[in-house]
């Protein structure tokens, strides 16, 4: 192989593991941080999502109701659900496993609504992701400061 065949070679690997990488900017995402309250109080173990065109960004919040999207979000408006399904004695679902598993863990085909013995913590004007009432236009440079009050019936 000649010289410049080899630089070639060598150019292309380097575009492809950087490409590989999955940094919030080659993604092109933004960090995103806020805290989740429901009814004054906050809302641990719950589920937030960020949804535009092109991705989604997901975290779960923690004890405080603190959460932070594991890659970001895109800039722009955003459309926001938050969501926390327990079981009839009020134990969250496990982290980590989303409704569709749960669903299928129990025989059911995918869809919308819940399993039998569950139930949804969130009011579905901001658990449902085609009727939340939450929006958010995330800034160019991401925020911190994305709080949501929410307020059960």
């Given at each position: 192989m000649s010289r410049n065949g080899l630089f070639s070679l060598a150019g292309l690997l380097l575009a492809a593991i950087a490409g590989c990488s999955s940094s919030e900017t080659e993604l092109g995402t933004v960090p995103v941080a806020g805290t989740v309250l429901l009814d004054s109080q906050p809302?641990?173990?719950a589920s937030v999502y960020f949804m535009n065109e092109l991705r989604t960004g997901?975290?779960?919040?923690?004890?405080?109701?603190?959460?932070e999207l594991l890659q970001g979000a895109a800039p722009g408006p955003n459309r926001i659900y938050i969501t926390k399904v327990v079981n009839e004695s009020g134990t969250p679902v496990e982290e980590g496993i989303d409704l569709e598993q749960l669903k299928a863990s129990q025989g059911l085909p995918p869809g919308p609504g819940?399993?039998?013995?569950?139930?949804?913590?969130?009011?579905?004007?901001?658990?449902?992701?085609?009727?939340?009432?939450?929006?958010?236009?995330v800034p160019a440079d991401g925020t911190d400061a994305a709080d949501f009050t929410l307020i059960a019936n």
């Open positions: 809302l641990a173990g997901q975290a779960v919040t923690d004890a405080e109701g603190r959460f819940l399993p039998k013995g569950f139930k949804e913590v969130v009011p579905p004007q901001y658990s449902d992701p085609f009727k939340t009432e939450l929006t958010l236009d």
